[in-house]
């Protein structure tokens, strides 16, 4: 089985600009969700999808959105970058909502100049 | 706010048993704890969990003490590729509406 797949693997951009950032599940898997890892803050939730809906959601700006599509792929996206903005995202993804035995991608590392 | 605390860095002889503590005095009852480990520049890995019973797979096996306020992951034995960030993770929330809570994470050094 396939593992979760994430694109692109490395994105520069700058200051003012848009991201978004591509997540394939395990085939099967129908929760996915996104961390932001910084060296700084450590790895820190941003969000979870369940078939199709927002179930669950960190501390974060409404700058970073996500959403799912019916086949569980899900797409994260932030606007307007900031320098702090640079980190590695990760997504991670389970077949049951309340199973926590997580899968990760390698995530999409994220530089904003 | 991190619920666990762990060491920054420990090293350990290559088969040898590596003994990771994590501190977590604040849990609560139903609260899980986690292990997950992150090798350079790969996504997290799920190693075990457990809520108060000790728990083993094929991977480690993870000690709770009596009062849940510490557990440890033990690697039986040890080799290089188990050098790593491992991860002392707690589950707050309830089952419909939860959280991850990730420790800082201790750096694992497997010496030949």
């Known amino acids: 089985k396939a593992g979760v797949t994430q694109t692109p693997r490395y994105l520069i951009k700058t200051r003012g600009q848009q991201v978004t950032l591509s997540c394939s599940p395990i085939s099967g898997h129908r929760s996915v969700s996104w961390y932001q890892q910084t060296p700084g803050q450590g790895l820190q939730f941003l969000f979870e999808y369940f078939s199709e809906t927002q179930r669950n959601k960190g501390n974060f700006p409404g700058r970073f959105s996500g959403r799912q599509f019916s086949n569980s792929r899900s797409e994260m996206n932030v606007s307007t970058l900031e320098l702090g903005d640079s980190a590695l995202y990760l997504c991670a993804s389970k077949t049951l909502a309340v199973q926590e035995t997580q899968y990760f991608g390698p995530g999409t590392r994220l530089l904003v100049l | 706010d991190a619920k666990t605390t762990q060491p920054p860095s420990m090293d350990c002889a290559e088969g040898r048993a590596a003994n990771l503590p994590c501190n977590h005095s604040t849990i609560s009852g139903n609260e899980y704890v986690y292990w997950y480990r992150q090798i350079h520049s790969q996504g997290p890995q799920y190693i075990i969990h457990?809520?108060?019973?000790?728990e083993t797979n094929e991977m480690a096996s993870l000690i709770i003490t009596e009062d849940r306020k510490s557990s440890t992951l033990i690697l039986p034995h040890a080799t290089l590729r188990d050098t790593a960030v491992y991860y002392c993770i707690v589950r707050v929330g309830g089952d419909s509406n939860y959280q991850l809570i990730w420790g800082a994470g201790t750096k694992l050094i497997i010496k030949p």
């Open positions: 457990g809520l108060k019973n000790n």
